[in-house]
């Protein structure tokens, strides 16, 4: 009992930090396969505009699901979604609790990455390349549209032969790049005063009905988990009874079969309880052997009951009864 | 055992976040062997391809056995699925489970493999660099090579060094835009697998869940059965070698006494406990034949009550258990197997 209390308040002081640690880890995640990512703008009209926006918008898309399948909250308010109700009532502002953290959960690598991306502007520069106001730049002022788009689109690529030495193309390159980093700033700048708002303004709103929603999502994990491990408990108690009758009805048949063992119970007692009546190479392929081709029934009632008046719930293999026959494979006649 | 139980316990409470670190390993691995990898493109007209796909495909698949082969439970699948009926039923639901638990672990680092691959680029350009739409990128139109004369240069453009295709198309510009394509191609593979791995995770509760908490139950208990089953027989494999080698030493002890001819001397009350560790055997020569003798004829294994008097193998020949005639078919058939 002592130890289950010790468990339940582990998980309850750490389900909120472990959350938070795969959140900030899969931040850095989110950083580091950005720096380590090879970009190269193809530099051709039509494909700058994909690329750009593909990398800005792809890669979030898959964090956040990430998000969401790393977080094993979300399994669990899908269940509570999705019981039936039986007799206990489902409270939707409980769900809508879980729903909402869970999301702001996620969301925190997509926007890092797209953060990221943004100041480093990279991306942007090779999306928009192609779609800023040629006249505004010396360089590409007086050429052909064709020609232009041609040149706009090469201007992400530093080293190319077109637009090697062109200074207009630096000029191109530190405008998108400025945008970008503006528009990184200011969105940075937008959810930190978002959350800070709604940290601080939240007190002000149904604080009491903030309060049960969270205790009971709360609750409803730390049930799930302490089911799961009353169910690994039960399960091991389960296999410990399953064995040791196991081992008790090979003793009662080799009692039943051999006239050599007069079992008075001197000597080693202790050794001979451990041995369980196996003391034989004979015996222990025996039992090995029935342990492989006919593991035991899932049925531990027959433990409680020493010596059960009928054998009708679950006959030993060796039974000689008409029932069991029919059930016992013919390969064991070796 | 307390040991056992608490550690099994931690494990299990913590099942989810030690899955995760494995797989988190796994994925850094196949990326790990990725980077070391030395890619050499062959550059050669045919070749290119059969090494570009190659390496996208076949070291996942390896991948993916590996994640079979090192995984303990596959032995518990395989055991389960091929035991024979006896009187315990077969549930294919528990087995699926099984099977389907293992092979999500197993997919990670293939999906992983495959994805660092399509977003370094290098597999894709050199498997496809030959096709390269040349009228839309270069000016393929004024010169006079063949198709074959085309291909050849084409193939050369993985490797810098030797490429001689320059009027024709860019080296820079063919590479920039082949590797935009395995990027593109890349980072929506991630997205799909992604996507998937959700559909999965999400649905599951909204169609299944009774069956599933059956099925995570029993596969469980399968496999703590098979653990403690294990830990069982080796405890009474020690309990047997312990009670095996007392009968051994207790059975020199006394036959040392009748080939001498006098009465094992009695030992005063307070030393009794340290003359029963030592067995009966008390100086050096009797040790040795001790030894001799374990090495040479070792006992039976068979246990016998200590109030019979036994032949422990030492004075001759090993004797086979004499057992009843057995009544009944199935024990005859149980003797006989030695």
Known sequence: ?334 | MDKFRMIFQFLQSNQESFMNGICGIMALASAQMYSAFDFNCPCLPHYNLAYGLGILLVPPFILFLLGFVLNNNISMLAEEWRRPRGQRGKDPAVLRYMFCSMAQRAMIAPVVWVSVTLLDGKCITCAFCTSLPVETLGNASHTGLSRGEMKRVLARIPCKEIYDGQEFIANEVAVRYLRCISQALGWCFVLLMTTLAFLVRSLRPCFTQAAFLKSRYWSHYIDIERKLFDETCAEHAKSFAKVCIQQFFEGMGTDLAAARCHPPRKTPADAEEAAEKLLGITDQGTMNAALKSWHRCKPPLHLHSPALPSSNGWAGEKQPPVHPPAPRREVAAYYSRV
């Open chain 1, 1 to 334: 009992m002592d130890r289950f209390r010790m468990i339940f308040q582990y998980f309850q002081s750490n389900s909120e930090s472990v959350m938070n640690g795969i959140c900030g880890l899969l931040a850095l995640a989110s950083v580091k396969m950005y720096t380590s990512f090879d970009f190269s703008c193809p530099c051709l009209p039509r494909y700058n505009m994909a690329y750009g926006l593909g990398i800005m918008f792809v890669p979030p898309i898959a964090l956040f699901l990430c998000g969401l399948i790393l977080n094993r909250q979300s399994l669990v308010m899908l269940e509570e979604w999705r019981r039936p109700q039986g007799h206990r009532k489902k409270d939707l502002a409980v769900i809508r609790y879980m729903c909402s953290s869970i999301m702001q959960r996620a969301m925190v690598a997509p926007v890092v990455w797209i953060i990221v991306t943004l100041l480093d502007g990279k991306c942007l520069i090779c999306a928009f390349s192609g779609s800023v106001d040629p006249q505004n730049f010396v360089g590409f002022a007086n050429t052909s549209p064709v020609q232009v788009q041609h040149l706009l689109a090469k201007v992400p690529c530093k080293d190319d032969e077109l637009v090697r030495n062109n200074t207009s193309r630096k000029a191109v390159s530190r405008y998108l790049r400025c945008w970008s980093q503006a528009l990184g700033w200011s969105i940075l700048l937008i959810l930190i005063l978002a959350a800070f708002l709604a940290r601080w303004l939240r007190p002000c709103f149904n604080q009491a009905a903030l309060l049960q929603a969270r205790h009971w999502s709360n609750y409803i994990d730390i049930e799930q988990k302490i089911f799961e491990e009353t169910c690994c408990e039960h399960s091991r108690l389960f296999a410990h009874k399953c064995i040791l009758h196991f081992f008790e009805s090979m003793r009662q048949e080799i009692k039943l079969h051999s006239f050599s063992l007069p079992r008075e119970g001197e000597g080693a007692e202790g050794e001979e309880d451990l041995l369980r009546g196996i003391t034989d190479q004979d015996q222990v392929n025996k039992l090995l052997k029935m342990w492989y081709y006919e593991k035991p029934p899932l049925d531990v009632s027959q433990v409680t009951q020493r010596h059960p008046p009928g054998r009708e719930r679950s006959p030993l293999p060796w039974a000689d009864s008409p029932g069991t026959r029919s059930k016992f494979p013919q390969h064991t006649d070796v």
